[in-house]
């Protein structure tokens, strides 16, 4: 059955984005386009089409990896739950992340985008806007939670986010590499919790 213009579109991108996961997972900042194009079974056109550059193929390829993510993240921090509950639910799951299949592959791919960040400083501030994007959907996910002084402002939890994803990803790499072994779940949520519990985090 022939496809229709978007779906054609759609097929391009998807091809290109699993091919660049591929090529930028092994090669980082050296990751050729005309390697990326030829797995696709396209050409570079290509992806100047649809992406604009090379920095704007790993944009899309970031928020593409990171999206279902949120996805799950919105899932087990129900709206019903206090600030502190949700913290624990966010850190759990944080947790359970570190023993997924693919744990190392993710790792290995955060450090690679970060060597690439480094080296080019146009990919760098694109990521960060990318990365920014997605923390405002956890700014909006805490935001208004109950907790004993109140509800939490959105200032108040941007600040958060920023302290429990550094804890998390701090956390996550010991885990995966080995390196902290009793961090259970019950750490990572304690950890958290002790976060969310500080006025200095909370109520700066």
């Given at each position: 059955m022939r496809r229709t213009r978007s779906e054609a579109k759609e097929h391009?991108?998807?091809?290109?984005?699993?091919?660049?996961?591929?090529?930028?997972?092994?090669?980082?900042?050296?990751?050729?386009?005309?390697?990326?194009?030829?797995?696709?079974?396209?050409?570079?056109?290509?992806?100047?089409?649809?992406?604009?550059?090379?920095?704007g193929l790993v944009v899309a390829l970031v928020t593409d990896y990171l999206r279902p993510h949120?996805?799950?993240?919105e899932q087990t921090v129900p709206a019903e739950l206090d600030l502190?509950?949700?913290?624990?639910?966010?850190?759990?799951?944080?947790?359970?992340?570190c023993d997924a299949p693919d744990a190392m592959a993710a790792?290995?791919?955060?450090?690679?985008?970060?060597d690439m960040a480094?080296?080019?400083?146009?990919?760098?501030?694109?990521?960060?806007?990318?990365?920014?994007a997605h923390e405002d959907h956890l700014i909006e996910l805490f935001t208004e939670r109950s907790?004993?002084?109140g509800v939490l402002t959105s200032h108040q939890a941007q600040r958060l986010v920023i302290a429990l994803r550094a804890l998390f990803v701090g956390l996550s790499q010991g885990v995966i590499l080995g390196?902290?072994?009793d961090a259970?779940?019950?750490?990572?949520?304690?950890?958290?919790?002790?976060?969310?519990?500080?006025?200095?985090?909370?109520?700066?």
């Open positions: 391009n991108r998807r091809a290109l984005l699993d091919a660049a996961l591929q090529v930028v997972s092994r090669d980082g900042y050296r990751a050729k386009l005309d390697e990326i194009a030829e797995r696709a079974g396209l050409t570079t056109g290509a992806v100047y089409s649809l992406f604009g550059s090379k920095s949120y996805e799950e993240i502190l509950e949700a913290v624990d639910a966010f850190a759990r799951y944080y947790r359970r992340s790792l290995t791919l955060q450090i690679t985008l970060l480094a080296h080019d400083p146009d990919l760098r501030s694109r990521l960060a806007a990318s990365i920014r907790h004993s002084a390196l902290t072994h259970d779940e019950q750490y990572f949520a304690d950890a958290a919790r002790a976060l969310a519990s500080d006025v200095t985090i909370v109520d700066a």
